[in-house]
């Protein structure tokens, strides 16, 4: 079976109980540097730590994790980490502590997961979000359930079927149109693209957890 694997990153807009699911039903917690203060403010414990080193506090170095230190300037810690977590063999990984107060971080990451060749899953406060390479995907849902795409750079020749607005065969980038707030028509969701990466965005009811790397 192959192990869930959780990445910590900085964002401190993270719901306690959200964290601690996550945490819980997760192999292996791997945080980029500062991440790792954020894991034990929720009372976890992260396995190892990774990164530049340079944000995350002595406390958090002595709490028994094992550290990776890389100093490459030109890589960011969630560069770091992504590779690091593909170098050990693993395939897969959902990040948390995705968002917080600085827009540039969260757009850095983005850029991050869709140079890695890990499968991605974002938590975010209302949902997940899925980063996507080209190809074809299905994405499961139920009826009225709000679903956003949000292209990467350029996702190519994008289609998108199962929503209540779809999309054919469009040239996708932010500075075009994009398909915010859609909504799943079925309990199924098709799309497909030639190049690029796209961010799939699906909100939870009740901001419950949701996982749908593993499904």
């Known amino acids: 079976m192959e192990k869930r694997i959780l990445g910590v990153l900085g964002g401190q807009d ?10 819980s039903s997760s192999h292996i917690l791997v945080a980029a540097d500062a991440g790792a203060d954020l894991a034990m403010r929720h009372g976890v414990h992260p396995h190892a ?16 994790a094992d550290i990776y230190k890389f100093e490459n300037e030109s890589t960011t810690d969630c560069d770091k980490l992504l590779s690091w977590v593909w170098g050990q063999g693993h395939r897969a990984i959902t990040l948390i502590g995705v968002e917080g107060d600085r827009l540039d971080h969260v757009l850095s990451t983005l850029s991050s997961c869709a140079r890695s060749p890990l499968r991605i899953q974002l938590v975010l406060r209302d ?31 994008f289609s998108v079927e199962g929503v209540r607005w779809p999309v054919q065969e469009v040239d996708f ?9 859609n909504e799943f028509a079925s309990s199924q969701v098709s799309l497909r693209f030639s190049s690029g990466a796209l961010l799939a965005v699906i909100e939870s009811p009740n901001r419950e957890p949701l996982d749908i790397l593993n499904v």
């Open 14 to 23: 993270v719901d306690d109980r959200l964290f601690k699911f996550w945490a």
């Open 49 to 64: 730590i990774v990164g530049d080193l340079d944000s995350v506090s002595s406390q958090a170095l002595a709490c028994g």
């Open 127 to 157: 949902g997940a979000g899925l980063v996507l390479k080209p190809g074809e995907h299905r994405l499961p849902g139920v009826p009225g359930q709000r679903i956003s795409l949000l292209p990467i750079g350029v996702a190519k020749a």
């Open 173 to 181: 980038s932010l500075d075009r149109s994009l398909s915010i707030s």
